[in-house]
């Protein structure tokens, strides 16, 4: 190759050192990941100790040193940021603004629950979800109010890891995720699935739509912060090992939301509508 | 005609399925009016004026009566139990009983204005559950269920489940990763939870 070629721009000092910088940067994010990658497999107790083998298979969290690493990493930038923020939310707004706030965007996130009652084979969710989202979307003012609960079509949550779960699917391992929080191989997986589902991932590209979208983002998590923050308080007050109670915690929510899926086995009898004289069960 | 398959199958039927519903809905019963009799006093306690101090005291004697405070501390140390000695045993009951009235009383202000709703109960396992909902003003509505031993005799609460998730499950999990993190030594959970004491509560 020619040096002296007339279209390669002379490499000035500045452009190396800026490229050297980039490179070691790159390096040291990499180096820094594979060591934590490396460090991050827990060492089973002996097998002379069978209660605590048993104990560790239970907890089932074979990259706890990594999980815990995130841990106080999501921990730290939650002290500094979104509690902070969280709390300044709850101080500025009244109750009843949050709640409408909490319920249009609960309103927005209607598609996405939506295939999911469909994927889990739930006709009498996805009817309630319809419902709420033909009720809630225009006398409830764009979802603001939530008239549907009223008229007997309540709300439940629902997501692709339970879709997954219902299909059958295990959790696997637990993990602790770099801004999501706790999660699993399929919980994480159902996350990226839901993003997918959701038409605004898809419309976003238009300037307008860019910033609605970015807005939804950050009131959702504001919003979910807020609703949390008593009892996150409390158990970080509370627990000797938060990382282990958190862990503990959302295992045992997810399982109650998959057996409440399981047995969800609601009336279609809205309540406007005559009732049959023995309670459905 | 009544034939003799029909009566084979009420003979098995009858015992399955009328003697033994009737005997377990009494004892959810008695459970479900043990957890209303309770909820009730304690929520008085809440509800009720007095310093916070004033309303510990009261409460210590409530909660020793109606949950079985000795059991659930041996639940939540779980395998351990056994590998402690029995004077480690017996300091770590008493911390716990501290720890956990420590815990209620410190959330007293959070509960001043709940409103409990007993719903269904019914058998699970040996015990009996209870249904309940707490309602709070600017709070969503939280089910919580309580677990009933013996309710029969001396019916106590053994465990509290809220939104699914067991406090004493997640107790144990929180003590059991404490231990593993600390080479298994007891002492050094006792130590952590008379710091946990003396550290003011909000």
């Known amino acids: ?281 | 005609m009544i034939n003799r398959r029909m009566l084979l199958a009420l003979s098995v039927i009858a015992p399955a399925g009328m003697v033994r519903p009737v005997h377990a809905q009494s004892d959810t019963d008695r459970a479900a009016a043990f957890v209303r009799a309770t909820g009730d006093k304690i929520v008085a306690v809440m509800r009720g004026a007095g310093s916070p101090e004033e309303k510990r005291r009261i409460l210590g004697p409530i909660i020793d009566a109606s949950i079985d405070v000795d059991g659930v501390a041996r639940f939540c140390l779980g395998r351990f139990w056994r590998s402690a000695t029995p004077d480690q045993q017996k300091r770590y009951t008493e911390l716990f009983h501290k720890v956990l009235i420590g815990n209620i009383a410190s959330r007293l202000g959070e509960y001043q204005d709940v409103r409990l709703t007993i719903g269904r109960s019914m058998p699970r396992d040996d015990n009996d559950v209870v249904a309940t909902t707490l309602e709070r003003p600017n709070n969503p509505t939280t089910t919580v269920e309580w677990v009933v031993a013996d309710a029969a005799r001396s019916p106590k609460v053994i465990d509290v489940i809220a939104e699914g998730t067991s406090l004493r499950l997640t107790q144990r999990s929180d003590y059991a990763a404490y231990l593993t993190r600390n080479n298994n030594d007891v002492d050094a959970l006792i130590n952590a939870m008379h710091q946990q004491l003396a550290e003011p509560k909000g």
């Open chain 1, 1 to 281: 190759m020619n040096a002296d070629s007339p279209t390669t721009p002379a490499p000035t000092a500045i452009n190396v050192a800026w490229a050297f910088l980039a490179r070691t940067w790159q390096y040291c994010i990499f180096a820094g990941l594979l060591a934590v990658v490396l460090a991050g497999c827990a060492t089973p107790p002996p097998a002379d100790d069978p209660e605590a083998l048993a104990d560790f298979k239970q907890t089932n969290d074979p990259l706890e040193p990594t999980n815990r690493v995130f841990y106080a990493v999501n921990n730290g930038l939650d002290t500094v940021i979104l509690r902070p923020a969280a709390q300044a939310y709850r101080f500025v707004l009244p109750g009843g603004v949050r709640t409408g706030i909490h319920n249009a965007l609960s309103n927005l996130g209607t598609p996405v629950q939506l295939s999911n009652d469909v994927f889990q084979g739930q006709p009498r969710r996805a009817g309630d979800t319809t419902m709420r989202f033909l009720i809630n979307s225009t006398v409830g003012v764009l979802g603001v109010f939530d008239v549907a609960t009223g008229w007997g079509y309540p709300n439940h949550d629902t997501d692709f890891g339970l879709t997954l779960a219902s299909w059958g699917v295990p959790d696997g391992p637990f993990l602790f995720l770099p801004v999501l929080g706790p999660s699993s191989p399929r919980d994480a997986a159902g996350f990226g699935v839901d993003m997918a589902l959701d038409p605004f991932t898809w419309v976003g590209k238009t300037p307008g739509m860019q910033e609605f979208n970015w807005a939804r983002f950050g009131l959702n998590a504001l919003d979910s912060r807020e609703r949390y923050l008593d009892p996150i308080d409390q158990i970080k007050k509370t627990a000797l090992d938060p990382y282990a109670t958190f862990r503990s915690l959302y295992r045992q929510h997810r399982q109650g939301e998959i057996e409440a899926l399981a047995k969800d086995d609601r009336a279609t009898v809205p309540v406007w509508f005559p009732q049959p004289s023995t309670p459905a069960r």
